[in-house]
Every structure is written in C-alpha cells, then in structure tokens.
C-alpha cells in the first residue's frame, strides 16, 4: 500500500514527498521521482520504534529543510501475531510516538501552524480479525488514538482523520502467523474472502487525503471509500 | 477497585485467591485472609512489564503449588499520559503477555484443562477521554484483545470477558496528566460527572465473575453492571 499510495500521491503533485522507512530503497525514490518532475521526493531512513527523542531530531531536520510540512501519514505497520511486543511498539507506540514528535513542530499552543495527521489503521480495529488478536488491537488503539486526536484539534490546531483498509492484496497478508498458531491457516482463509488490490486502495486514500476532514473514520474495502460511524 | 474486589471476592469464597502486583502490602493480605478463614489468600511480587519467559516461571510456581487455577483476572492498569510507553506496557502489552503465558498451562491443545480470563479494560475503550487518547487507546487495544481472546474459546479452551468500569471514586483518577497537558483540568473535570464507589464497582465484578458469560463486555458505571454490545 506505501509504494502505491506513494506514486498518486506523487501524481496529485504535493511541492514535495518525503518518505521515512527502516529500508531505503533508491530504485522506489528514482521512480516516483521521474513520475512527476514538479515533486521533489526525499529519503530519510526511520524506525518508528527509536525513541521521541530520536525522532524529534530527524523531525528537526527535516523542518528546517522544508520549513513547513503539510500532512505526516503514519503508515508503518506489521503482521505477525508471533511478535507481540513488535507489533505493539510498531503499530500502536510508533503512531503515538512519531504524532508526538511532531506537536513540537505544530501544536498551536507554542506557536505553530498546525497541520494534518493521516493514521493508516485498519479495519480490523472495528472488526478484528481475532486470530491475529495483538495486531487487531494495535489497530484498534491506533483508531482510539486517532479519533481522539481529532477531538483535540481545537487545543493544537492538528486535525486528524484514519485510513482503514481492508484485506488488500499485499505481501503482509499473503503469509503470516497466527496468535500461538490457533489458525495455522489464517492467510489463506483471509484470502478467499473477496479482497482489492493495492492501487485501489491507493487511489482512495488520495481521495481521502483531499477530503481533509478532520475525525473522518475512511473505511477502504472492496475498492470503495466509505466514511463510517464509531464512538 | 483492586483490594475492594479482592475482599467481595474472598466473601465469595474461592479456596484460593492469590494476588499479584507490584507492591507487596502485607496488611492487606492479613485483612484479607481475615475476613473468611476458609481462603487461603497469597501473594507473589509480579511487574506485568517482565519478559513473556518470566511470567511463565512465575505462572509455573503458583501451578505447581496450586494444581488448578479457575479464573485470572488482569488488572493492572495506569493512567498517565505523560507516560507513554509505560502506559502501553502495562495497560495493553502486560494484558496480552499475562495471558499468553497462562496459555502455557491452560491451553486445551496442549492437554490443559481451560479456564477463564477476566480483563479490567475500561469504557473508555468505547468512549475514550480524548484528553487522554494513550490511556483510552490501551483499553480499546485490552477490550478487543479479550473479545477476540472470547472467539477463540473453541480452540484454546479459555474463555474470556472484559470488565470495563466507568469514572470510579480511586486514587487513579483524583490527579493525572494529560497527553501534552491538552487539558490540565482533565481529572476535576471528569470528577465534575456522576461516578460510582469502588465498592459498589467491586461488587459488581463479583457478580460479572459469578455469571461468567464468555465474549460478555460488561459495563460497571454508576453502581450498575450492564452487559453492552460491541463488534
């Protein structure tokens, strides 16, 4: 879904792109820069793991390059109920970290402009997919986390809105493990539901980005984009 | 609302009631076992932040002397934004590791006989207190845990129910941090609501343990036990 969202995003032609990533991957970096010439597109190698205090310096680094930033898409996550405490700290401590970080930069009470936060959850934090019951609820404090952010907005001048997609056809979910293997075939019993593909989740989260709207809750299923209710 | 449930729960009579936290507080233990001689009422030093393997060894102690444990109840929990990781840690990750290694000796896979997980979550793992979105996140992640932790009975054997408490007269709320100090007032104003007694709230738990609905999400607010609905 990153690299697919990456390259609409570059079409939709922001002044510039700038990717975080545990993984550099330059041929990535060449092509959603050659895709549209307007968009400057940068690297900086990131884990959402590191501590605030890491993440605040890169953050440094890079407002004082761009010195604004629009929009922060938290978007990394896992799939691998055999790693509990990775999925947590990447799921759920990454995004409540990395939004953190950057209040520094945009909260309105020292100061700042504000800005937008885009969390890519899931849909399993509404309906959770319970044989993988840690990364289901990772996603659905991500989606907590996210909602209430967007109730604060009036005190820090940051909107916030959720991507959830559903089962996309991706490499997380063509293979990956159960909680204590209670479903040894969960990746294929996933599949056979109906799924959609990762340009079509692509295309709508764009959409969803240029929607703006702060507490929407997007649900990304079957290649539609659909706003939905939730507490 | 820990030491008011455990005395409803030795007035309810177990044979065996064994307490684990932090803090050892030996003059409650003496209350305790006091207050109905026909329990035997022990306690074990136990952070639910350790390592999954030492949980295991603990676990391992209490079976060993014990033979059979009916019911774990997982009840620690913080509240205190400022405390990001520790608030995951304990509220969220030590409800998914307690269980996971109680798995060990419960599991019907493995030849166990089952058993029964009660999770202190929180309503406000239904409507969080924005001005607290790590706390309210952590027992939105605790809540689906245990729901998913409910549809997995027909595998493993356990079954599972959340015990979410609304605004409670404890220590835990008559001062704590919001996320970014978004709302210094947070605890006043939230005192400012109806709330309930932790007696009338343990008493409540008590009758929850009593019904032992598997997948129940039950609501103890305002001196009232309520089943709810929940995806």
Redo the contacts between chains.
Sequence with gaps: IGLDTSREIVKSGPKNLVLLDRIDNPAAIAELSALNPKVTVTFYPYDVTVP?AETKKLLKTIFDKLKTVDLLINGAGILDDHQ??RT?AVN??GT??TT?AI?DFW?KRNGGPGGVIANICSVT????I??V??Y???K??????T???A??AS??GVTAYSINPGITKTVLVHKFNS??N??PRVAELLLEHPTQTTVQCAQNFVKAIEANQNGAIWKLDLGRLDPIEW?
Tied chains: 1, 2.
Aim: net charge negative; glycine share 2%.
């Design positions: 605030l509990i405490e947590i759920f401590t409540v970290n953190t209040m909260d934090g509404f309906n959770s319970y044989q019951p840690v289901s609820a990772s659905a404090a991500a989606l907590s986390f909602n209430s952010l109730r604060l005190v820090t909680w204590l209670v479903e507490t």
